[in-house]
């Protein structure tokens, strides 16, 4: 797909397919608890998908407390909202495809807004091969050892960027 | 002749009018000019070399090994008002839009990652350099990311960056 010339959004009325909405939901590991998110007693109290409860770590009772399945639900929908927002206002001037729209919210969504930066200015600079390159390499996660931890691949990102990534190689 | 006094304040009252509306578009372009000025200003304090120092943390997902991550320690991140280069990479057209963020909650939002090992001040200014995030600290210390690491940039002379031997690829 080309560059859009007109200076308006030509992305502005995208929204994820709910094939790939689905993909997601069942892809995304959700907690149904709070965690400290450097481990115990350490970080910030967290829940679901590292949705921050509060700053320090979490008291013994929020530990204790499960998180409903609608709260975690709500939290995904909010979640796959925002990362569309990004990709609307963060890809501008590219026209996306609806797969290549769903394939940038699927990434946003895992990498975060600001974590999906570099990719989404790729895109929007036309840039698509390299945009892919990137979306590709970012399959690394970390893992706890006896001695702290380390960052591995994970098997199921590499397959996961394969597909984010494959409508930018058409 | 008797002049026209209804078409006489008529004319009047529409000149005002113009002249109010003119009045109004020359404030207005002057604020913009005048915050454009001070936002420029305010980046000047960025632009320039700073060097990676070190790894602080990384995201949830990361692009690359840590061992691959330590490699670019000791590259200097060039920041141009145009143009933000580190590591052979190069992000153009960045806004360098500042905005002050509560630290923890910005990074597990917009970055998944923890702020702890970071050591940000809270509030901490955000500087948007498109393709990442600037963190600043202080006048000579920031925080950016850079494929999913946090490294600590230190500023250094222009001298000191091109001392560099080139880039590993």
């Known amino acids: ?170 | 002749m008797k002049p026209n006094l209804k078409y006489d304040s008529k004319l009047r009252r529409n000149s005002g009018i113009k002249l109010g509306w003119l009045a109004l578009l020359g404030l207005t372009a002057s604020l913009l000019s005048a915050s454009r000025a001070s936002a420029a200003e305010e980046n000047d304090s960025i632009f320039g070399h700073w060097r990676a120092v070190a790894v602080l943390d990384v995201a949830d997902v990361a692009g690359k090994s840590d061992a691959a991550a330590r490699q670019l320690i000791g590259l200097c991140l060039d920041i141009e008002p145009e143009v933000l280069r580190f590591a052979g990479e190069e992000c153009t057209t960045p806004a360098y839009q500042r905005t002050t963020r509560e630290p923890a909650r910005y990074l597990r939002e917009q970055w998944h990652a923890r702020s702890g090992k970071l050591n940000l001040p809270n509030p901490v200014t955000v500087i948007d350099a498109g393709c990442t995030d600037l963190f600043i600290t202080d006048q000579s210390r920031m925080i950016f990311n850079w494929d999913g690491f946090f490294y600590e940039a230190r500023r250094v002379e222009p001298v000191q960056c091109r001392a560099l031997p080139p880039i590993r690829r």
């Open chain 1, 1 to 170: 797909m080309p560059l859009d010339k007109t200076g308006s959004n030509p992305n502005s009325s995208m929204k994820m397919s709910l094939a790939a909405r689905s993909t997601l939901r069942a892809r995304e590991r959700a907690e149904f608890r709070y965690y400290d998110d450097m481990g115990p007693g350490r970080g910030n109290c967290t829940w679901g998908a590292g949705l921050l409860a509060h700053k320090g770590p979490c008291t013994v009772e929020e530990l204790k407390r499960p998180v409903s399945a609608a709260a975690v639900f709500a939290e995904f929908s909010s979640r796959v909202s925002d990362a569309e927002g990004t990709v609307r206002a963060r890809v501008n001037h590219q026209v996306l495809d609806q797969d290549q729209f769903d394939g940038l919210v699927s990434y946003t969504f895992n990498v975060g807004p600001r974590g999906a930066a570099k990719v989404l200015e790729l895109v929007d600079k036309g840039k698509l091969a390299e945009a892919a390159g990137k979306m590709s390499s970012m399959t690394r996660v970390r893992v706890k050892t006896k001695h702290g931890s380390k960052l591995v691949i994970a098997r199921g990102l590499i397959s996961r960027r394969a597909e984010e990534s494959a409508p930018f190689r058409k």
